[in-house]
């Protein structure tokens, strides 16, 4: 099989089990909607607060939400031995490191546009430039979900998994969280071709991490 | 066992202690006071070298994880080198921090600045956070050593883009340059002299302080080594003969 | 015939306790060998250490011609493992665990529903893992591990949780191993039953195997002596 098909195979899979258990559209899609209410309870309400900082509220509620969506991509392995299962598949470290990431890539995604429409109605922002907006969106869910699905593997079968990932990985995708929000307010009330850079930023980054996961997968699962 | 001998351990501490004390000696009563921080500017000769020390160890460490990956050149090593260095760095970015911030107090009037390098400071000292949270997962050594040398690499490769992206964002918007003019501000003399003294001092410190826990966890390894090995032939030994008991009386039928 | 496991003072650690302390073991090709042992004596790490889910500490391991030492993953398109869980996902049906597994393996959907008719587990193919039986379940690895079309068939107490007539198909299943050029080690308790399809028998005690000892035959109980007052 080529990498292609594998990797088709592996999110294939993960996809339909979140189709069969909807754990992120029950779960993870709330929590984030309840995350951006709760940032209007804790900061003045008064919109010109809320509409200045947007971005920022936006993508941090996506960071925590990617945590979740890490910590479940992982607790769906540890059930009846899957990850066992996963080894003796045959499977190439690559495949199942992209399978899995571009899984939680794909329901961060849809998050996202969820969330996108929320600020816009509870913050009162308006989506313009959306090229670049769009762009930067892409780069840096890639970005983190590449980092999320490496994090995850390194703590794949210790018990203390589900506080370790994000010690580990917040720190790592401080950048992430940086551009991605200088890249919206850019886009949004600034000059939007100041984006440009950020998004730069968010590709490097994106590929980099994309390349160390494929390179760390299949060795990581071996220790989990 | 050790990464230096003996004498050449007990030499670099002696001389360590010996740089420090000059150290302050120089930092504190040779150097002049700086023209526009007066004495204030004396924490430079501590914050820089602290500062210049936690990096270093950084790169120990990442250099360290990669030669423990590399097939090639896979030695325990390298992994205590690693974890060692790792421990060492935490404590010396703490420092780094503590120590920037008394120095911007009194000069900023603030205690914290967004500025690249206060915050690729802080960045790595949570990234040294977890790296030694993992450290302390009881695993296999194998296991234990894969997991943190690979963060330490994707850690080391996260810093210098950190740094970018702050930097990136400070000249966009043009703020806290005059922050960075403070901290380079252009120094020559004694002053210089008493900066790089600094600086060999504590990296002699380090040095000596790497040797010393790099030689503890040597020695934990071996014990752990010696426990599996009794282990295992305590498994292999047959069981030992039960300490024998005085046998009952056996009670003969009277044979009729 | 290639020898299809060789294995020389194997010793294997989990959690640093010496599971394995020193295994020797020769399998050959299409011969079915009986693992058997007290509870704890080291027949699942054996098989799992076959199978390269878990590192040798010391000695020497080579299965289906791979170096244990140096690369576990090698072997392990040529094998499968039946093991204690089943290895698929609570959320997806018999067949969709099945498809994955095979198509993961190389194979097409087809084997995936051959298993599946197989083991007798077609009427359930819609049916979600999380609702079967531990019987059903048992029936599904052995399908997982034939979908795989194994040269070496590692299989970790199978006849566990089954009924008569899971019982039966899974002999049928190894009996018919060797004709379709595989090779089978079942490590069980099932003594009697095994014995009679197995070619021989290894037994591990405390980690080290050995051959069985001849097993004497019980003296006749003495008949009681009338006594006469």
Known sequence: MSLLDEVRLVAGKDLRIEARSRVTLQQIVPFGLIVLV????????????????????????????????????????????????????????????????????????ALEVVLA???????????????????????????????GTLYGVLAAGLRVRETLVPVLLLPVVAPVLLGATRAWEAAIDGVPSDAWPWVGLLGVFAVLFTAIGMLAFGSLLEEA | ?????????????????????????????????????????????????????????????????????????????????????????????????????????????????????????????????????????????????????????????????????????????QDGSVFNEELDAHIHGVMAFTLWFGVLAFTLLYVYLLDRRYRLAALDEEREEREVALAIAERVAPQAPPVPTPAPPVEMGTPR | MPTVVRLRSAVCLLDRFPALAGVDLDVEDGEIVLLSGANGAGKTTLLRLLAGLIPLYSGDAAVLGCDLSRD?????????????????????????????AARAAGRGPGAADAALKRVGLDAVGDVVHRRLSAGQRRRLALAVAWSRDPRLLLLDEPHAGLDSEGRALLDEIVRAAPGEGRTVLIASHELDRIRSLAHREVVLTAGQATLPALVPVPAPAPEKADVAP
């Open chain 1, 38 to 109: 709760l940032f209007a309870f804790a900061l003045d309400p008064d919109r010109g607060v809320l509409k200045r900082v947007a971005p920022g509220l936006f993508w941090i509620t996506v960071l925590l939400a990617a945590l979740l969506a890490v910590s479940r991509s992982y607790t769906i392995e540890a059930d009846n031995g899957a990850r066992d299962g996963l080894r003796l598949s045959g499977l190439d470290g690559p495949a199942l490191f992209l399978g899995k990431a571009a899984a939680i890539a794909v329901q961060l995604l």
């Open chain 1, 117 to 147: 429409i929320c600020v816009v109605v509870l913050y009162g922002i308006e989506l313009n430039s959306l090229f670049p907006l769009v762009l930067a969106t892409l780069a840096a869910t890639v970005g983190v979900s590449a980092t």
């Open chain 2, 1 to 173: 066992m050790r990464l230096l001998k003996p004498r050449v351990a007990m030499a670099v501490g002696v001389l360590s202690l010996a740089s420090l004390v000059t150290l302050v000696i120089l930092g504190l009563f040779v150097a002049p006071p700086d023209a526009v921080q007066s004495d204030a500017q004396r924490l430079m000769y501590l914050h820089v070298p602290v500062a210049w020390v936690a990096y270093l160890a950084f790169g120990v460490t990442a250099l360290a994880s990669a030669l423990w990956l590399w097939p090639r050149t896979r030695s325990m090593v390298w992994d205590r080198l690693a974890g060692s260095s790792a421990e060492l760095g935490v404590i010396f970015t703490a420092l780094t921090l503590v120590d920037g911030s008394l120095w911007g107090k009194p000069v900023w009037g603030v205690w914290w600045a967004w500025d690249a390098r206060l915050v690729t400071t802080a960045v790595l000292f949570f990234l040294y956070l977890g790296y030694l949270a993992l450290r302390r997962i009881p695993s296999s050594v194998d296991a234990r050593a894969k997991r943190c040398a690979i963060a330490a690499l994707v850690a080391f490769a996260d810093v210098p883009i950190v740094h970018f992206s702050v930097d990136l964002w400070r000249t966009l918007h």
């Open chain 3, 72 to 100: 576990r993953r090698g072997a392990r398109r040529g094998l499968a493992l039946v093991g204690h869980e089943t290895f698929c996902y609570d959320d997806l049906t018999v067949r969709e665990n099945l498809r994955f």
